[in-house]
């Protein structure tokens, strides 16, 4: 299957299913606040080293979770009963994204470069990418930042400054989501952390579904 380029002067993408069994789908195009609201919309997202060109994915199966449906151990709940959990949305967008940078930067390397900062603030600005951050006793303990769209959730990347940090920060923005009847949180990639969380596979035919069935209404949250 081959990989498609995209040019920059033609905003669109080729066909989802034809992405290669490793989930790569294009290359090339750029990170215009148009093309990155096409891409999320078709599952698509871009994911790539910093200095290289732009690669877009979308895998076959798709790891998610349902806002009302995730998962909090009993470690987690004892944990939270004894400190002030405070969730406030959209506290400081440009600081949490470089958060979750640097964090990254100094464990595994990251990439969240200068590039993608500017297209994410500008997604921000256009009101469809979102952070979440969780304070702790008065301290902030971690955040998460991710796209929306309809009633979708993408999740990019999360941080932590205090233990549990990005868990809050993800129990967070789940209630929040259930409470505005959102259908999912895609985490686009599996990892164990997010497993623990509640997070499934699903088929393409299942998640496209429900992005679809998602796609179309506002999400609206104001700044805390």
Known sequence: MPVFRLRRQEICFPN????????????GGDL???????????GIFPWYNPGDEILWWCPHERFVIFPNEVHISRSMKKYMKKHEVVIRPNRDFADTMHRCRMKRELDEGTWISDEM????AALHRAGYAVSVEAFEDGLLAGGLYGVVIGRCFFGESMFSERENGSKLALIGLARLLAEQDFLLIDCQFH???????????????????LLQEGLGQNFVQKDS
């Open 32 to 42: 215009c606040v148009e093309r990155l609201l096409l891409a999320y919309s078709h």
């Open 16 to 27: 989802p299913t034809l992405a290669q069994e490793d989930g790569l789908l294009a290359v």
């Open 191 to 209: 990892t164990q952390h997010l497993e623990s969380m509640g997070g499934r596979f699903l088929s393409w035919e299942e998640y496209d579904r």
């Open 117 to 120: 900062e500017e297209a994410y």
